[in-house]
């Protein structure tokens, strides 16, 4: 894989962080209320993704392959408006790198179902031995982060 490629991903990895922290406290700003500061998140994001889709988008033809997608196809935008609630609404209580670490664990266990199972029509890919210890490398490293003092301090 190309170098640019793992930059990306990291990047990406980070600004979940940072957003988790700006939108924990845009929460706190409009009066502790995660839903409103999600739906000014996503608002300010599909605000920026219209200009940008206005400008460098391919609209030849979206009509017609808009409405040939099965329902479940939607599905995105609410899992999408879901984890921003959730970032919000967690950040707070249990700490933004705990809520990375699940998110991540969660989103390691079901890619690599995907994967596995080709689900939500994505390609077969293989799942080896070292995957499945990876992940529960990890998730001791979870157990270790979350409850290493009430473990190892005793």
Known sequence: MHILF??????GGAG????????SR???GVGGQPLIAAFISFSVGALCLGIAAAFYANWNGFTVNIVQQSPWKWLGGLIGAAFVFTTIFLAP???ITNVMFLFIMGQL??????DRFGLLEMPIRAVHWWH???????????????????????
Do not use: H
């Open 6 to 11: 793992f930059l990306m991903a990291l990047a």
């Open 16 to 23: 979940l962080s940072i957003q988790a922290a700006i939108n």
């Open 93 to 95: 209580k249990i700490g």
């Open 109 to 114: 266990a079901t890619g690599l179902c995907i």
């Open 26 to 28: 845009l929460s706190s």
């Open 132 to 154: 499945v210890m990876g992940l529960g490398i990890m998730l001791l490293g979870l157990i270790c982060y979350m409850y290493g003092n009430r473990i190892f301090l005793k």
